[in-house]
Nanobody, 130 residues
Framework: QLVESGGGLVQPGGSLRLSCLVS????????IGWFRQAPEKEDARDRE????????????DIADSVKGRFTISRDNAKNTVYLQMNSLKPEDTATYYC?????????????????????WGQGAQVTVSS
């Protein structure tokens, strides 16, 4: 349903753009979000919400922890949601996931934690290292 791409190895200070391709249509879902799971976190419930966006209106919500460095956007014609990551730091190293929320309820919970996500992608590794 959701396929992430664009991960890889980047030097500190560098940039990456992750893509989340949605099978079907992004408009099948109310919102798409980006999350990450640090290497030391084994529980999926410890995933950190980074950014989410409503698919129809394109209203973004960026977590304070990455605000000013990460942005989220969507291209409904391409059924893709992007996470642009700038000024990357070693502590940004993690597996990055996109997830989809089908309904409009509990959007804030979804954006912060992903606990009520309906679908998850398989994840993309991002390593920030010199």
């Amino acid at each position: 349903q959701l396929v992430e791409s664009g991960g890889g190895l980047v030097q500190p200070g560098g940039s990456l753009r992750l893509s989340c391709l949605v099978s079907g249509s992004t408009l099948d879902y109310y919102a798409i979000g980006w999350f990450r799971q640090a290497p030391e976190k084994e529980d999926a419930r410890d995933r950190e919400g980074l950014a989410c966006i409503t698919t129809r209106d394109g209203v973004p919500d960026i977590a304070d922890s990455v605000k000013g460095r990460f942005t989220i956007s969507r291209d409904n014609a391409k059924n893709t949601v992007y996470l642009q990551m700038n000024s990357l730091k070693p502590e940004d190293t993690a597996t990055y996931y996109c997830a989809a929320l089908s309904g409009s309820s509990a959007l804030a919970l979804f954006c912060a934690t992903g606990w009520n996500a309906n679908y998850w992608g398989q994840g993309a590794q991002v390593t920030v290292s010199s």
